[in-house]
C-alpha cells in the first residue's frame, strides 16, 4: 500500500494555494489567512489520506517555517515558532500516557484485568458486553491509545470469546449469534471510556489545549468529575438499547467465566512487574486527582509514572524508543496544536468568531448551545479522523459559542466529549473503528445505522444528564 497518494497530495496543494490567493478578508492580518491556507490545507490532506499524518505535519512546519507566517521577517524565530508545539506540556502528557500504556500491555495486566471481569459478569451476553465494557473503563485513565486499549487489549478478547460460541468471522450466518453485538458495544463501549477522562483518548489533551487558549481552565480532574456521570449513564444504557436494537441470537454465555478463569489459570499468579505496573497506576490516578492540591500537574505525573516503571525495569528504554504510536503522535499533535494556536494568537479565531456571531447573535446561548453540539457532532460524517475534526472545529466553535453568550466550561467539556463519541458513527470514525470493523462481524448497513441511532442516544444522554450534572458542580 502507497503511503503517497500523489492525486490526493495535488488536490491539497491545490487548495492551500486558491486559499492563499484569495483576497484577504476585512478583520483578519495577512499572516493570519496564509496560516490559515496551510492549516486548511494540511486537515484536507490528512481527511484524503494524501500521506501520512506525520508527513503531512511535517510540511506544514516546513512551510510555515518558510513563509515566515508566524514571524514575519525573521526566519530565525520563525523556525523556533514552528517547532514551538514540541515544547508544550500537554503534548508530552500524552506521548508519556502511550509508554505507560506500553507497561499494561507488556506486563499482560490489561488482559487480566479484562479476564477478571469477564469471569464475574460473563454468564449471560449482556453480563459479557458490561464486563469487557468495565475493564475498557477501568484501563482508559492510563490508556490514551483508545485504538491500542480497543485494538490491542479488549478486541482480541471478544473476538476469542465469540469464536468460542461458534460466532465465526468467516461464516455469516454465525455473525449475529454473538459476534456482532459484542463488535459493536465493545467499539460503543471503548468510545465512552474516551470521553470520561482527559487521558482517555489522544484528541482529549488537545482539547484542553485549544480551550486554555481562550481563557478556559481545565484540569485531569474537572474534566473526569463532569465525564463521570453522562460516561456512567451512557455505559449503562448503550448495551441496553443496543441488545433491543441489534440483539444475539445467544443469550445465554455460561461457559464464557470458565473460559476466562481458565486464561487466568493459564497466566499463572500476579507477577512482580504486574503489581509493579498496578501500583504505578495507582500513583498515576492519585496524582491526577490530588496533584493541583500539591502543584504537580499532569505532565509532571506522566513523567514520575514513566520516571517509576523505567527504574523498576517494569519498561526498558527500548521499549519507549520502539514506541511508534506515542512519538507519531507526539509529532502530529505538535505541530495541529502549534498552528491552531497561532491561528488564535494571530487573531483569527477571533475574527471567525465575531464572524459566526453576526449570522446567529441573535438567537439566545440555549437555542445556540444544541445547534452548536448538533452541527459539531454529525460533521463527523466528513472526518477519517477525530484530531483532524478537533483541530479544524473545536477552537472555531468553541470561540463562536463563547462570544454569543454560552457558558464556556459547558461548551468547552461538551465538545470535547464529543471529541470521542461521534466515533460511533461511521467504520472509520474513530482510532479503533478500522480494527472492530476489520473483524467482518457487522455489514457496513447494520454498522452506520445502529451508529446513527447509538449516536442519538449518546446526544441526549450528553446534553441533558451531562449538561445537569455540570449545573450542579457549578461549571456554569
Not at 523556525?79 to 499482560?108: H, Q
Amino acid at each position: 500500500m502507497k503511503e503517497i497518494n500523489i492525486k490526493n497530495v495535488a488536490i491539497t496543494l491545490t487548495i492551500a494555494i486558491i486559499i492563499w490567493f484569495i483576497p484577504v478578508p476585512d478583520g483578519v492580518t495577512e499572516n493570519a489567512w496564509h496560516l490559515f491556507a496551510i492549516f486548511a490545507a494540511t486537515i484536507l490532506g490528512i481527511i484524503l489520506k494524501a500521506a501520512p499524518m506525520g508527513t503531512m505535519c511535517m510540511m506544514a512546519i516546513g512551510c510555515t517555517a518558510l513563509t515566515q507566517v508566524v514571524a514575519p521577517g525573521d526566519a530565525g524565530k520563525s523556525i523556533t515558532k514552528a517547532l514551538s508545539g514540541f515544547g508544550d506540556k500537554v503534548i508530552w502528557l500524552i506521548g508519556i500516557s502511550f509508554f505507560i500504556a506500553r507497561g499494561f500491555i507488556k506486563t499482560g495486566l490489561g488482559n487480566r484485568i479484562a479476564f477478571l471481569f469477564i469471569r464475574i459478569f460473563g454468564k449471560s451476553s449482556l453480563g459479557l458486553a458490561y464486563g469487557l465494557g468495565l475493564a475498557d473503563v477501568c484501563l482508559a485513565p492510563a490508556i490514551p491509545s483508545n485504538t491500542a486499549r480497543g485494538g490491542g487489549i479488549i478486541y482480541p478478547i471478544m473476538k476469542s470469546m465469540a469464536i468460542s460460541f461458534d460466532s465465526v468471522p468467516d461464516k455469516p450466518e454465525t455473525h449475529r449469534k454473538l459476534g456482532s453485538y459484542l463488535t459493536l458495544n465493545s467499539y460503543y463501549m471503548n468510545l465512552i471510556a474516551s470521553s470520561m477522562f482527559l487521558t482517555g483518548t489522544a484528541s482529549n489533551p488537545m482539547c484542553q489545549k485549544f480551550a486554555a487558549n481562550l481563557g478556559i481552565n481545565i484540569t485531569w480532574m474537572s474534566w473526569a468529575a463532569a465525564g463521570f456521570v453522562p460516561g456512567l449513564v451512557a455505559f449503562f444504557v448503550v448495551p441496553l438499547v443496543l441488545y433491543k436494537l441489534y440483539p444475539p441470537e445467544l443469550k445465554k454465555t455460561g461457559d464464557a467465566p470458565k473460559m476466562a478463569a481458565q486464561k487466568l489459570k493459564e497466566m499463572g499468579p500476579i507477577s512482580k512487574n504486574e503489581w509493579l505496573m498496578l501500583l504505578a497506576f495507582f500513583i498515576l490516578l492519585a496524582l491526577w486527582i490530588f496533584g493541583g492540591t500539591l502543584s504537580i500537574d499532569a505532565t509532571t505525573t506522566a513523567f514520575i509514572g514513566l520516571t517509576l516503571l523505567l527504574l523498576t525495569s517494569v519498561l526498558t528504554w527500548e521499549d519507549v524508543k520502539s514506541e511508534k504510536g506515542a512519538w507519531d503522535t507526539i509529532v502530529w499533535f505538535a505541530v495541529l496544536v502549534m498552528m491552531a494556536s497561532s491561528l488564535n494568537e494571530l487573531g483569527f479565531i477571533g475574527w471567525f468568531s465575531d464572524l459566526i456571531k453576526a449570522k446567529i447573535g441573535g438567537l439566545s446561548w440555549q437555542v445556540a448551545f444544541p445547534v452548536i453540539i448538533v452541527v459539531y457532532f454529525f460533521s463527523h460524517y466528513i472526518f477519517a479522523s477525530a484530531t483532524a475534526h478537533v483541530a479544524a472545529m473545536y477552537a472555531a466553535l468553541l470561540g463562536v459559542g463563547v462570544a454569543v453568550g454560552i457558558p464556556p466550561m459547558l461548551l468547552a467539556m461538551m465538545l470535547g466529549f464529543l471529541g470521542s463519541i461521534y466515533g460511533v458513527l461511521t467504520h472509520y470514525g474513530h482510532g479503533p473503528a478500522p480494527v472492530f470493523f476489520g473483524s467482518g462481524y457487522v455489514e457496513l448497513k447494520a454498522w452506520w445505522l445502529r451508529g446513527l441511532e447509538i449516536g442519538i442516544v449518546l446526544l441526549i444522554i450528553y446534553m441533558i444528564v451531562g449538561g445537569l450534572w455540570m449545573k450542579v458542580l457549578g461549571y456554569y
